[in-house]
């Protein structure tokens, strides 16, 4: 079935356009409600948001929808999505939402569920939604209308989670740490949790105005953590998006230490204290090549999914594992989270760098990244790969690269775009094939 509403991460378009609507949030909320609805007990689900203006809008509507189908209502709120997770599962909630696009500009916004469990809905579940979204809904009647209320302690709740993560011993105190929240979900607990843990915090990116999320700021752009890192002459800095759910970190020289690198220092530190699941880490075919080898160097594996945190996620529960995540800051660290959670990752970062007394620039560069690079390249239809030329310009370079280095061709999936990556040792002969490579898809296309 070709899929109108949800897409890799939930359903996220530009807020009042296309499928991002009131209307739609209200027939999500009815269908989701109804799907959701099972047992005989008073049925409840949490909603958070990011800072996004038309996060009231998107907010207001999904009450009207759950409600109307029975379900009583928690709002949160600005919150962290890993934090609509924690509290779904923790609040004995029939299902969580979080409104929020991301990473992406104040423009657009989404709708991410979460079951029972504080766990992404499965496939499965998200196909029956979408399904019946169109469809006729059977609405409560008198007293089985849901109620709705919010609550004022949820960022208190998340913030006890979260400083749980690290051990009762470890505080950050002697730390200097640039806390950048994006403008974001994040912009009060995140700061907040690092002070209470001992640190001293400067803040930024925390004046959200409904319109400023991800603006210059966060994870996505890190020019304004970095100059303020070495203005201060702080030890650290940390980059959240705008719902907080990455962590991208800033060494004291403004060097960026990205997915891999975070991934690669807590990997290592769980396993030195006994403490790793699984015998390695879990990554997509887009992490470093750098990170494989030096996960393999220290008698770990790394175990490579396609792209998308739900994709990594699947695998750590199947497998057994509990680090894994995306060089783009999506941690997942499930002792602590059933979701990429930003700030308990930072929290592990801090954590490291005060018990290894050393700099952060010391700590955090644990492997020398291989060459990378990623060129997209748009079409207009067909299908580009089929094409017999394209195919022999992939089979040569996949020939030129055998044992020097990786590639990874993939349609994007969510725009039409074809994703050419090549990274190995040689970046002359990197930057050939993925140029080659881009070639012969533009021709086709």
Not at 105 to 133: C, M, R, T, V, Y
Not at 168 to 183: E, I
Request: hydrophobic letters at 45%; aromatic letters at 4%.
């Amino acid at each position: 079935m070709v899929r109108k509403y949800f897409g890799t991460d939930g359903i996220r378009g530009r807020a009042n356009d296309g499928v991002m609507t009131a209307e739609t949030a209200l027939k999500v909320g009815q269908a989701a409600g109804l799907h959701f609805v099972r047992g005989l007990h008073r049925h409840r689900v949490v909603i958070g948001k990011d800072t996004r203006l038309s996060g009231y809008m998107m907010e207001n509507a999904l009450v009207a929808g759950f409600t109307s189908v029975g379900m009583d209502v928690v709002m949160t709120g600005p919150l962290p999505t890993p934090a609509v997770a924690l509290l779904t599962r923790e609040m004995r909630a029939d299902l969580g939402v979080m409104i929020s696009a991301s990473h992406n500009p104040f423009e657009d916004n989404g709708i991410k569920l979460f079951g029972p469990d504080g766990f992404k809905l499965s496939d499965e579940d998200e196909l029956a939604i979408e399904q019946a979204i169109n469809q006729p809904h059977t609405l409560a009647q008198g007293e089985a209308i849901g109620r709705a209320r919010r609550i004022d302690d949820a960022r208190g709740r998340y913030m006890h989670a979260i400083k749980q993560s690290l051990p009762d011993n470890v505080r950050l105190d002697g730390l200097k740490v640039v806390v950048d929240c994006a403008h974001g979900a994040a912009y009060t607990v995140a700061p907040s949790a690092v002070w209470e843990l001992g640190a001293e915090v400067v803040a930024i990116g925390v004046n959200p105005d409904g319109v400023n999320i991800n603006d210059g700021v966060g994870s996505t752009s890190l020019d304004a953590l970095k100059a303020r890192v070495v203005a201060e002459g702080a030890d650290i800095g940390i980059a959240l998006d705008g719902d907080a759910d990455r962590l991208i970190v800033v060494d004291e020289k403004g060097q960026t230490v990205d997915g891999d690198q975070i991934m690669a220092l807590i990997g290592r530190d769980y396993a030195a204290r006994g403490m790793l699941k699984g015998g390695g880490v879990v990554a997509t075919v887009m992490s470093n090549l750098g990170l494989e080898r030096f996960l393999d160097d220290i008698g770990l594996s790394l175990v490579r999914t396609k792209v998308g945190d739900r994709h990594v996620l699947a695998a750590m529960r199947a497998g057994g594992y509990n680090v894994g995540g995306e060089q783009s800051g999506h941690v997942i660290l499930l002792d602590h989270a059933t979701t990429g959670d930003g700030c308990v990752a930072a929290l592990q970062v801090l954590g490291a760098l005060v018990q290894s007394g050393k700099r952060a620039s010391e700590l955090l560069h644990l492997f020398d990244p291989v060459p990378q690079l990623l060129k997209n390249v748009r079409y207009t239809g067909g299908a580009p790969l089929e094409n017999v030329a394209v195919q022999h310009a992939i089979a040569e370079a996949e020939a030129a690269l055998a044992g020097r280095g990786r590639l990874v061709i993939r349609p994007s999936g969510t725009e039409p775009v074809i994703r050419v990556m090549a990274e190995g040792d040689d970046a002359a002969q990197v930057t050939q094939v993925v140029n080659d490579i881009c070639a012969a898809v533009a021709e086709a296309a």
